[in-house]
């Protein structure tokens, strides 16, 4: 993964531990239903931030007898991991600790500033760890939109911590107002409703990441101007292109395979040496790649 990757996820870590701490005390002096979900959902985000640290690292190992290709799918597994994390500790907690709270509606009572104060330092610190995310983010994707970039990344971090971190910041905007509203009405069912929110919210987000970790689990192919890229190189190499595959293997190894057509009056020697020039000229063409290139000459007519 890319130092810029490892900034984004540390970044996140160290903000997200400190403001769960913060969160859990303050809950446990208002009894918020808000305080809490935003407890959960950070504590949550700092353990999928470990794990998408363990996931990188593990990825790294080098290929085996086993696992001929490397490892550098257990990222996109990690990724899947934590979209499951978010989803039930974040999402289904929330909602579950805003249907006990609509249940039982009871205002703070106590320690009235500390929410306000603890969400306050929370936005500060999530504002940080979100500016992070957004400026690793503008780096990859160019003048790419941002939903095209979370649409068509193959490397998982960078889009899940984004996200996370939208999320965390709405999360926190919401559990302010819920605080602020049962504070200034003594009704605790603004304080359930803004748990409600934010548990809607990470289920949404949470649905998004699980779709796009998943579709690279089930395995995608080269991103369209990749692809576009591929094509053009082989033809300017002077050979027809009858058919043409690619697999990431990783966020960082892309799998090329392809069935080209080769002139006929080329003798065997010839047919080797254009394929290696062929391989070589795709692979420094995807300079942010690894390539595993498998090009198969064929002499008939194009197929599919």
Known sequence: ?????????IAA?????????TKLAAWILTSSSSMLAEAIHSFADSGNQLLMLIGSRRSTRKADETHQFGFG???YITAFVVSIVLFT???LFALYEAFHKFVDPHPITAWHWVPIVVLLIGILLEGNSLRTAVLEARKLRGQMPLFTYLKQSRAPEIPVILLEDIAAMLGLVVALVGVSLTLWTGDGRWDALGSAVIGMLLVVVTTFLGSETLSM???????????KLIRKVLTESGLNIWTLR???LGPDTLLVVAKVG???????NQISEKLNQA??????SLTTLKCEIYLEPDFGSARS
């Open 1 to 9: 993964m890319a130092s810029g990757g490892h900034k984004a996820i």
């Open 13 to 21: 870590l160290v903000a997200n531990l400190g403001i769960a701490v």
């Open 73 to 75: 799918r257990t990222r």
């Open 89 to 91: 500790l974040g999402g």
């Open 217 to 227: 689990l089930v395995g995608e192919g080269a991103t369209p101007d990749n692809l």
């Open 246 to 248: 690619t697999l990431h």
């Open 262 to 268: 080769i002139p006929s009056e080329l003798t065997t």
């Open 279 to 284: 391989e070589t000229a795709v692979a420094e």
